[in-house]
């Protein structure tokens, strides 16, 4: 069982930056495939960003240019780097992680986060 969580939301203006953290315990995430979700006020949550066991990541075309999705398996912890943030960008922020996981969706993903709120004001 691994258990992620959160942290580094948090309110930024417009044009700023942040650095999101997803912490894991209970195991290794060096095998699991790894990515962050979003759900905004009245919305469904959303996919943001993942990052394969490999190493390899996608980005929805949202955040393409503008996030930066990254591992560090020694400590067992993935980031999330958000640059020229947007009031869109708004939204809990939510870390998850699975083994066969189909990129772009939640399927797959086993373990989840509580969130972490993103607030970008205008």
């Known amino acids: 069982q691994v258990q992620v969580v959160e942290s580094g939301g948090g309110l930024v203006q417009s044009g700023g930056s942040l650095r999101l953290s997803c912490a894991a315990s209970?195991?290794?995430?060096?095998?699991?495939?790894m990515g962050w979700f979003r759900q905004a006020p009245g919305k469904e949550r959303e996919f943001v960003a993942i990052?394969?066991?490999?190493?390899?990541?996608d980005y929805a075309g949202s955040v393409k240019g503008r996030f930066t999705i990254s591992r560090d398996n020694a400590k067992s912890t993935m980031y999330l780097q958000m640059n020229s943030l947007k009031p869109e960008d708004t939204a809990v922020y939510y870390c998850?992680?699975?083994?066969?996981?189909?990129?772009?969706?939640?399927?797959?993903?086993?373990?989840w986060g509580k969130g972490t709120l993103v607030t970008v004001s205008s």
């Open positions: 998850a992680g699975g083994r066969t996981v189909v990129p772009g969706t939640i399927s797959g993903m086993t373990y």
């Open positions: 990052i394969k066991w490999s190493g390899a990541t």
């Open positions: 209970g195991r290794t995430i060096s095998s699991l495939d």
